[in-house]
């Protein structure tokens, strides 16, 4: 993206706090989530880092708040909170 460490670590943390902010649903993929939300999660980031404005259809704010949504849903299935993922037979052989 073009930043320093420092920069992008303040970008990440406010986007972090975003996510909750507007009201994401931690346990739906990003793809799934509310159309209005996701708008209103990227026109705050935008609002508070104008950098955040360069990158078409958002595509920065919606890498990062996809991944922090990711990593909460593999810590929630690492303490039990969440079942498993689903395994898929891909073809071949059965999966037991």
Known sequence: MGLD????G??????HELV?????VWTLDFRHQDVDKLSR???????EFP??????????TAA???RYLQNIRR???IRGVLPP????????????
């Open 51 to 60: 950098v955040l404005k360069k990158y078409a259809h958002h595509w920065a």
């Open 85 to 96: 993922k689903p395994r898929y037979n891909r073809g071949g052989q059965a999966v037991a």
């Open 5 to 8: 460490a420092a920069e992008y």
């Open 41 to 47: 999660l990227f026109h705050a980031a935008a609002e």
């Open 75 to 77: 810590y929630a299935r």
């Open 64 to 66: 990062i708040a996809g």
């Open 20 to 24: 909750h902010g507007a009201g994401l």
């Open 10 to 15: 303040q970008i990440r943390y406010k986007i």
